[in-house]
């Protein structure tokens, strides 16, 4: 792939990326995407209808898959579970993991994705 096809690829998904970008508490900006695609530590999976952002985590004893970002339409999003799955499994992860909003759930479940828990957030002041 060209070196500015990801950049291409990027602003096209922008919306998308800014619209899950409003759910993540404030942890990155559109800007701290597109860096961390070009620098590798992310990964763009692009659709025709929408897309996904992941990043590897590595903890002490276990390689995940995080799926960090998604938007879109949700079918696009569900089409690309098994893709996506077998990449991670290519790179050696053992899991993948994702937070988001509880809807996820309904959809996640028939797909084999189980609830390990809950993420509370408070701003401090």
């Not at 508490?25 to 530590?41: K, W």
């Not at 390689?63 to 938007?71: Q, S």
């Amino acid at each position: 792939m060209a070196k500015d096809a990801p950049v291409n690829e990027l602003e096209r998904c922008r919306p998308w990326i800014e619209a899950a970008l409003e759910y993540s508490g404030g942890t990155h900006i559109f800007d701290d995407i597109v860096q961390g695609i070009l620098d590798g530590r992310m990964q763009l999976w692009p659709a025709p209808r929408g897309c996904i952002v992941t990043e590897i985590v590595v903890y002490p004893r276990k390689r995940v898959l995080n799926l960090f970002l998604a938007g879109g339409e949700l079918d696009q999003i569900l089409d690309m579970h098994d893709a996506v799955k077998a990449w991670a499994k290519e790179q050696d992860c053992e899991a993948a993991q994702l937070a988001g909003r509880l809807g996820w759930k309904r959809v996640l479940e028939p797909l084999g994705w189980k609830t390990q828990h809950v993420n509370f957030q408070k701003e401090i002041d």
